[in-house]
């Protein structure tokens, strides 16, 4: 499933790289919401596109406060 969301990511936004977080984040949360009446494939991907998307973003929040904060680094 994770290849299927990852083609569809890359489909969907070209120029990840250049985006902001809030684009990307905004543009799958309505990507979800408007097929999720349609009940389509693309409702569920970008979905799961945008789970992981946050779920990246929390990691290197907490990646971040480790390296700061961390028994060596916040000691």
Request: aromatic share 12%; charged share 25%; glycine share 4%.
């Amino acid at each position: 499933m994770l290849v299927a969301a990852q083609n569809y990511l890359q489909k969907r936004f070209v120029g990840l790289a250049e985006l902001s977080d809030r684009v990307v984040q905004r543009q799958l949360w309505q990507q979800m919401r408007f097929c999720e009446q349609a009940e389509t494939e693309q409702s569920y991907l970008a979905e799961v596109c945008l789970r992981c998307y946050i779920s990246h973003q929390i990691y290197q929040v907490c990646f971040d406060l480790e390296t700061k904060f961390g028994r060596r680094n916040g000691c």
